[in-house]
């Protein structure tokens, strides 16, 4: 029998939403990833992907709230920092010259904006029609 690795807990979960959060923050009229459901998008994420995505995506959120020390010179974790030295905290983590810590942050992003961008409220802010419900299948096309 092929035992499952267990699913990513809380804290995990928290550093993801933080991270994301921080990210997609609500702008120029356009809801923020907060304003969308990322609980169940993390829900379906975390059922649902390999083991390897979730520990790069848990890496990178470890990385978003850890690295203010080099971004933004303050030492605390980005969830504590004022609103301003998050998003100077964003501008120089989602542009580093490191490369590691910019793929790291390069996925995290991508997932936030698939959750963002498949949100039927943003769809809608785009004139587009909203996803279908997904059948659950695997499909190649």
Do not use: N
Not at 43 to 70: C, H, K, Y
Not at 121 to 134: I, K, Q
């Amino acid at each position: 029998m092929v035992r499952l690795p267990p699913l990513p807990g809380p804290l995990v979960r928290f550093l993801l939403k933080t991270a994301m959060r921080d990210m997609m923050p609500a702008a120029a009229g356009l809801p923020g990833i907060a304003d969308t459901d990322l609980d169940g998008f993390l829900d379906r994420l975390f059922r649902e992907a390999t083991g390897l995505l979730l520990l790069g995506l848990a890496l990178g959120a470890v990385l978003w709230v850890s690295l203010p020390i080099l971004t933004v010179y303050v030492p605390l974790p980005s969830f504590w920092l004022p609103r301003k030295l998050r998003q100077r905290h964003t501008e120089r983590l989602t542009s580093t010259r490191i490369y590691a810590v910019r793929q790291s942050v390069f996925l995290l992003k991508m997932y936030a904006c698939m959750c963002w961008g498949q949100d039927p409220a943003v769809r809608a802010r785009f004139a587009l029609a909203p996803y279908p419900v997904d059948p659950g299948t695997f499909r190649t096309t």
